[in-house]
């Protein structure tokens, strides 16, 4: 773990003196001791996810911890670093039961704020809660798929969560015609050069060939 996102981690558990902070690394010897901080190598991550006193839960946004938050109903932190980690944790925020920070934005500054927002603003408990439950009562069995379904549209009504986000994208957007453009302007512009250059060649060729014989 680099030393700034270490250290941002440090500063910011030293903030909340009032909450208990259990924190998975390897690098153990180079955490300090602190009263509210225990430390492991290891840690049984679902069991964690599913205690009642859990808060918030911090994480690089992998997807195995992504489901296993949404279906335990836990509000989070999350810190992308590579790969699916950043679409999965924008899908979470999209939800309304996250906060996203990139790793060049992390700062203590930045990590206490968010902790701050998750820890006083219900409405992220809320919002966790309300995608665990979709996920738990989703309907599956098809025998009782249409008792099942009037049951959970009752309980959840209008379900956000299901709308395809390109419905709020603008046809030039949706279809990438501004790229589009861009691609065929450059391909406008630069053609002539490109034809010009061929001839060049080819007469430099020609010439080369003519004098050789």
């Excluded at 060049?200 to 060729?205: D, E, T």
Aim: hydrophobic content about 45%.
């Amino acid at each position: 773990m680099p030393h700034s996102m270490r250290t941002a981690i440090i500063d910011a558990v030293s903030k909340f003196q009032n909450y208990t902070f259990i924190w998975k690394i390897d690098e153990i010897d180079k955490v300090p001791e602190m009263p509210n901080l225990f430390t492991s190598s290891w840690l049984p991550q679902a069991a964690l996810l599913g205690h009642p006193k859990l808060r918030c839960f911090v994480s690089h946004g992998g997807l195995n911890s992504v489901l296993e938050l949404a279906r335990n109903g836990k509000p989070s932190i999350l810190i992308p670093l590579y790969g699916d980690q950043h679409r999965n944790a924008k899908l979470v925020e999209r939800r309304g039961s996250a906060i996203v920070i990139y790793k060049e934005h992390l700062t203590s500054e930045n990590l206490i704020k968010s902790l701050q927002t998750i820890l006083e603003d219900d409405i992220y408990r809320q919002k966790a809660e309300r995608l665990s439950s979709l996920m738990i009562k989703k309907p599956f069995n098809l025998k009782e798929r249409l008792l099942s379904t009037v049951e959970f549209s009752a309980l959840h009504g209008k379900i956000e969560e299901l709308d395809s986000y390109s419905y709020k994208m603008g046809v030039v957007q949706y279809f990438s015609l501004d790229v589009l453009f861009v691609a065929l302007s450059l391909l406008v512009l630069l053609l002539p050069a490109l034809i010009y250059l061929v001839r060049k060649l080819l007469r430099f060729m020609f010439v080369y060939k003519y004098k050789a014989h």
